[in-house]
């Protein structure tokens, strides 16, 4: 949940949260988790907005489930993912 709290912060904005928290070692998130954020939230809206397959809402599932460790964390990523920046 803080990764994902820290990825909300600044907004899916890499390059400012690399100016701000990984250049001075600040981070929680590491790159590769950025990443797998990013991806997660950009394939989660595309079946907000009914534009994926039934197989790939089937197999981004089961990358949400073996990624996330929570509930509260798959349901804070869908709402991250819901507001589109």
Do not use: H, P
Not at 15 to 44: A, C, H, P, R
Not at 53 to 58: A, C
Request: charged letters at 35%.
């Amino acid at each position: 949940m803080n990764k994902l709290k820290e990825y909300e912060e600044y907004q899916g904005y890499y390059d400012g949260f690399y100016l701000q928290k990984v250049k001075y070692g600040k981070n929680l998130i590491s790159d590769m988790e950025w990443k797998m954020v990013s991806d997660l939230t950009q394939d989660i809206r595309l079946v907000q907005r009914n534009l994926a397959s039934k197989e790939f809402v089937n197999k981004l599932n089961m990358k949400i489930l073996e990624r996330c460790d929570s509930q509260d964390a798959i349901k804070y990523l869908e709402e991250i993912a819901a507001k589109g920046w």
